[in-house]
């Protein structure tokens, strides 16, 4: 499968964006599907998650701001960013984790002004 990312990446601290992945094919099957974004000399971070089983993970510094979605027809996953701040800087990816095998998006720049 493989995944594109589109959504404008810049904006003043307080305000919202939303990006979108969009998997080239169904990923009704996927065991998990999510979002992670890494900013230089650190570490990828897991942020936002769905698993094939229902469960939703939100890491601590995004939980009650941002929210996945999976638009299944469309094969799409968005993530809605609200009260964004410039700790919130970095570069996105989406992901989709099936049949073994983990695919990625291309990344998106996201920069929050102060």
């Known amino acids: 499968v493989q995944l594109v990312q589109s959504g404008v990446g810049e904006v003043q601290a307080g305000g919202s964006l939303t990006l979108s992945c969009t998997a080239s094919r169904s990923t009704a099957y996927a065991e998990s599907l999510g979002w992670y974004r890494q900013t230089p000399g650190k570490q990828r971070e897991l942020i936002a998650a769905?698993?094939?089983?229902?469960?939703?993970h939100y890491s601590d510094s995004v939980k009650d701001r941002f929210l996945i979605s999976n638009e299944s027809a469309k094969n799409t996953i968005y993530l809605q960013m609200n009260n964004l701040k410039p700790d919130d800087t970095a570069a996105y990816y989406c992901?989709?984790?099936?049949?073994?095998?983990?695919?990625w998006g291309q990344g998106t720049q996201v920069t929050v002004f102060p």
């Open positions: 992901y989709v984790r099936m049949e073994l095998r983990t695919a």
């Open positions: 769905i698993t094939r089983s229902g469960i939703w």
